[in-house]
Structures are given as structure tokens and as C-alpha cells.
């Protein structure tokens, strides 16, 4: 298996332009998370899915972030509009929750970078 | 709510000698727990859990973890530690509700290991 793949892996972007930021997760999986990681405030769940289906998105910073899982393989982040403060690293996790001890895998993140 | 606390915010050691991480939990109920590794420009990598049995968990990479319950405490050790262990990482703990079906990891704030050659 690939593992949990993301895309971009970098993005440069100016203030004020939407982001959109991809995640596939590994096959099976049934549950996906968004995290962000920043130095400042370390790693932050931003939503959760379950079987495609948003469970938990108190972690979205405000409306300008918004998320959609549209089929069990394909997961979307997008910032619109951008500001500089959103610049960090996005992290896409796939778990299968079936289980009692559901380890997450992480994807390789997305560097985003608002001048 | 579910927690856990990684009281050090950096651990240093010289290659060769043993290592501890330490984090605690807070839970209600049985405790499920988590390391993971984090390698420069890296996502998380899964380490070890524990969910019942033996209290000493093996993982990856040589690591291995101490679940004790009367502590509540569940510290990621290696016995000899190499320059390539120097990452950061995390502790975290099952964060199941029966009434959101939320399932999800909470994590910690992250311990940083540097080892010294």
C-alpha cells in the first residue's frame, strides 16, 4: 500500500487566493483527519470523518476553511481567502475505527506558505 | 475528556545510553495509548500502542513502553539510543464518545530527543 498520500507537498501562495489542499487515504480506512502543525500552537485537529461524513470540525479555525470528503478515497482542504497567519504544515490522517485501538497513519503533509 | 501531558519539552542523551520519554494520561474508563515518531519534514509515524495485557509494549525501531496504571503513565524508552532517534515525539490516547461516535487520538504537545554522538 502507498500509505496516505497529499498534495500538494509545498505550496506558495499569496494572501487573499483559495488553497485547496488533496489527501487520498489508504484503502479500507474508513476514517480521515485534517491536522495542522505550527510551531507556535503544535498539532491541531482541524475535522474528522467517518465513513465520508463530517463528525467533528470544532477544529476549523473559522469559515474561511472548509473540508469535504466526497467518496472514501478522496478528501479536500480548502483556505478561502488565504492569510499569512494559515501558513503551517497540513497533515491528512486515515484510521480504520472498526477496531478498539484505532492507530492513525499520517500522510507526508503539505508545507503551505501565505507571503 | 481524554488527555495526555509530555512534561518535557526536550530530552537530551548521549548516543549509546538509554533513553526515556515520558508521558502521563488522564482518562475515564481504559486506557488506549500511543507513541509516535516524527522525523524532520516527516508526517507521524506509528511507534507502539497499548490496549490490554502486558504492561511492557515492543514497537519500532527498538522502542518499547512501560504501561503503569498506578501512575498512569505510559513512557516510551529505548535501551541504547542512536543519533538517528533524534525526532520529535508524541504521545497520545484513545478519545472514544459513544454519543458522537467521535473516534478519534488525542495528542501531546510533543517532547524533542536529541542525541548526542
Known amino acids: 500500500d502507498a500509505g496516505v498520500i497529499q498534495s500538494p507537498r509545498h505550496e506558495v501562495t499569496e494572501m487573499g487566493q483559495e488553497v485547496t489542499l488533496r489527501c487520498k487515504p489508504i484503502s479500507g480506512h474508513n476514517s480521515l483527519f485534517w491536522y495542522r502543525q505550527t510551531m507556535m500552537r503544535g498539532l491541531e485537529l482541524l475535522i474528522y470523518?467517518?465513513?465520508?461524513?463530517?463528525?467533528?470540525d470544532s477544529g476549523m479555525p473559522e469559515d474561511r476553511f472548509s473540508a469535504k470528503m466526497p467518496n472514501a478515497s478522496f478528501s479536500t482542504l480548502k483556505i478561502q481567502p488565504s492569510e499569512p497567519r494559515d501558513s503551517a504544515v497540513y497533515f491528512c490522517?486515515?484510521?480504520?475505527?472498526?477496531?478498539?485501538?484505532?492507530?492513525?497513519?499520517f500522510g507526508p503533509g503539505t508545507r503551505l506558505t501565505v507571503t | 475528556a481524554q488527555s495526555v501531558a509530555q512534561p518535557e519539552d526536550q530530552v537530551n542523551v548521549a548516543e549509546g545510553n538509554p533513553l526515556t520519554v515520558k508521558c502521563t494520561y488522564s482518562?475515564?474508563?481504559?486506557?488506549?495509548l500511543f507513541w509516535y515518531v516524527q522525523y524532520p519534514n516527516r508526517g507521524l509515524q506509528f511507534l507502539l500502542k497499548?490496549?490490554?495485557?502486558?504492561?511492557l509494549v515492543k514497537g519500532s525501531y527498538g522502542f518499547e513502553a512501560e504501561f503503569n496504571k498506578s501512575q498512569t503513565s505510559f513512557h516510551l524508552k529505548k535501551p541504547s539510543a542512536l543519533v538517528s532517534d533524534s525526532a520529535l515525539y508524541f504521545c497520545?490516547?484513545?478519545?472514544?464518545?459513544?454519543?458522537?461516535?467521535?473516534?478519534?487520538?488525542?495528542f501531546g504537545s510533543g517532547t524533542r530527543l536529541q542525541v548526542q554522538p
Open positions: 470523518f467517518n465513513n465520508n461524513v463530517p463528525i467533528d
Open positions: 497499548y490496549i490490554t495485557g502486558d504492561n
Open positions: 497520545a490516547v484513545r478519545d472514544f464518545r459513544s454519543d458522537t461516535g467521535r473516534r478519534a487520538l488525542t
Open positions: 490522517a486515515s484510521s480504520l475505527t472498526r477496531d478498539r485501538a484505532y492507530e492513525q497513519y
Open positions: 482518562v475515564s474508563g481504559n486506557p488506549y
